[in-house]
């Protein structure tokens, strides 16, 4: 696989629920990172005092963040929206030549700046809520 495009890298939203993702606003820079969380079952009887890992258990997790502008009031109004509600919606994160991600995931961060002389960014950070679905590209 050779160089992919950063703005072929998409984060979407099913809004209402219904099986249609739609763009998350105007987002310049995203990112998905996977994580599992390791279980350690090192015992005075382990080989050479190697740490050993439980093979299949722990914790996986997926943290989505990206940062950029609103493209209208209504998706901004919108993720707020399911900021202050605590609310658990599926979002997709497209990959580019890899695949897509989907999946349960809450806002757990909502960002807003703006300089003097530019438009107003935000960042947000969503946290996985539940099992997700890869299908390959």
């Known amino acids: 696989m050779g160089a992919q495009k950063g703005k072929d890298l998409l984060l979407k939203l099913d809004f209402d629920q219904n ?12 990112r998905l990172a996977f994580n599992a969380e390791a279980v350690d079952v090192t015992n005075a009887d382990s080989a050479g005092r190697w740490r050993e890992l439980l093979e299949g258990a722990g914790v996986r997790r997926a943290a ?38 989907s999946g349960p995931f809450q806002v757990s961060a909502l960002e807003y700046a703006g300089e003097h002389d530019g ?4 960042e947000i950070a969503l946290e996985s809520a539940g099992a997700l679905a890869f299908e390959a590209a």
């Open 119 to 122: 438009e107003v960014t935000f």
């Open 19 to 30: 099986g249609v993702f739609e763009t998350v606003a105007g987002l310049r820079s995203r």
């Open 64 to 101: 989505l963040s990206g940062s950029g502008i609103f493209k209208d009031a209504g998706s901004d109004a919108s993720v707020r929206e399911l900021f202050f509600d605590g609310a658990i919606r599926t979002w997709q994160v497209v990959i580019p030549d890899f695949g897509t991600v």
